[in-house]
């Protein structure tokens, strides 16, 4: 089938499939929500327009939560202000005692000029958590900086990459056990109107790379996914995770005979903890948590816009802190520990602290060089049903600052 064909086919399926990332997966939950002694956003507005809050009895019988966000703010890759709409919606699709929370999260961003962004992620629990079916969906037109391979580049020493890109992920993962998770996926890079800003640069030069720095470039692949995850013994819920650890191997494999341009292969290794620092209220949040992966490729034949990159994890949410895409490389690490605390006793309010650092292959460096940045955030409590926040973080890091607003946590 030619190429346009498969791809137009590929952009419809959303409307008939469900899909989200392998890093989503969140085991079998017997706990439900008590929100009784919560405040968010929502009851905030019912006490301005005098509408009466019922009484919490029992939200055993829910089965929708819905939030919505429109907002300004920076666009990751350093191209400035935008208008960005976020909105999460989570449905139960079978007995919450033995189903997890099925989510959608669309994010449309318009920077009011030569960027925009399409990206839609949903994640599909049938009943019993039999199967999970995921993927992540996105359109962008996405000029962004790039310095390069490694790290031996300045902060101002970078050339805009023009380009739009098409990404297509789904991968479908059979419960094994109570809290692991195996599966197959389908991946799909392609990325078209690779050119640089300036005409006058040779971009196989600057990066140091020769493989899908212009015209177009296509992966198409096949992986394998294993997930292990029990932070679910205290909450079913992936928008806000609770104490308990995580696990995520995603072994890529793309070969020519399914449309890449060269054959090349990829490891995603993604590893959390959470741990809790009041176990006896765990409606409350006073957790630490902790975030570590290691993505990194086999060959030399990965596009240059396919490689590991800080930022382009599936959730675009490491690096706070850094321009996104700051170091690239065939092998990436990533370490990042955060402090997150509820300021007020009915959760409306809250705050984090975190640091994280980054090591890249591409300048003889990797393992041996770390760059790190520190911040904080503010968390408000949007919906206590979902357990949604609305995060407002900064981050420093040497050279470079930026601020972030996201429906749900970092990681």
């Not at 800003?197 to 177009?216: C, E, M, R, W």
Request: aromatic fraction near 14%; charged fraction near 20%.
């Amino acid at each position: 089938m030619p190429l346009k064909k498969t791809l137009l086919l590929l952009c419809l399926l959303p409307s008939v499939l469900f899909a989200q990332n392998a890093s989503d997966i969140i085991p079998v939950n017997k706990t439900l929500n008590d929100t009784s002694e919560q405040r968010d956003l929502i009851d905030i507005a019912k006490k301005i327009v005098h509408i009466e809050s019922k009484p919490v009895k029992d939200d055993k019988d829910k089965k929708y939560f819905f939030s919505f966000l429109p907002i300004g703010a920076n666009v990751p890759g350093g191209t400035g202000r935008a208008l960005i709409t976020s909105t999460t919606a989570g449905v139960y699709l079978g007995p919450r005692k033995t189903t997890n929370l099925s989510s959608a999260s669309f994010a449309p961003y318009w920077n009011l000029g030569d960027r925009f962004g399409l990206p839609l992620r949903t994640s599909v629990w049938l009943p019993g958590n039999t199967w999970t079916v995921q993927g992540d969906v996105r359109f962008l037109r996405y000029p962004q900086n790039s310095w390069g391979l490694g790290s031996s580049r300045g902060n101002d020493d970078e050339t805009q990459i023009n380009y739009e890109y098409i990404r297509f992920y789904q991968a479908a993962l059979k419960r094994i056990t109570p809290y692991f998770f195996a599966g197959v996926g389908y991946n799909l890079d392609y990325h078209f109107g690779i050119g640089p800003d300036d005409p006058q640069v040779d971009l196989a030069k600057f990066t140091g790379y020769n493989n899908g720095i212009a015209g177009s470039s296509v992966s198409s692949g096949i992986s394998l996914n294993a997930v292990y995850d029990t932070r679910s013994k205290s909450r079913n819920n992936d928008i806000n995770p609770m104490p308990g650890a995580y696990a995520s191997i995603v072994y890529r494999i793309n070969p020519t005979f399914l449309g890449s341009n060269n054959y090349w292969h990829s490891l995603y290794v993604d590893l959390r903890k959470y741990v809790s620092m009041n176990p006896a209220r765990p409606n409350q949040q006073n957790t630490l948590a902790f975030w570590g992966y290691l993505w990194t490729v086999f060959d030399s034949n990965a596009p240059y816009l396919d490689l590991p990159s800080l930022g382009w994890d599936p959730f675009n949410r490491s690096g706070r802190g850094f321009d996104q895409n700051r170091y690239r490389g065939k092998s990436l690490a990533y370490l990042e520990a955060e402090y997150r605390r509820d300021i007020t006793n009915d959760g409306l309010f809250g705050f984090v602290v975190f640091t994280n650092a980054n090591s890249v292959s591409g300048s003889g460096t990797f393992l041996t060089s770390w760059h790190p940045a520190v911040g904080s955030g503010l968390r408000v409590k949007f919906n206590k049903e979902s357990q949604t926040n609305i995060g407002v973080d900064y981050g420093v890091s040497k050279g470079y600052s930026s601020f972030s607003v996201n429906l749900a946590e970092a990681f």
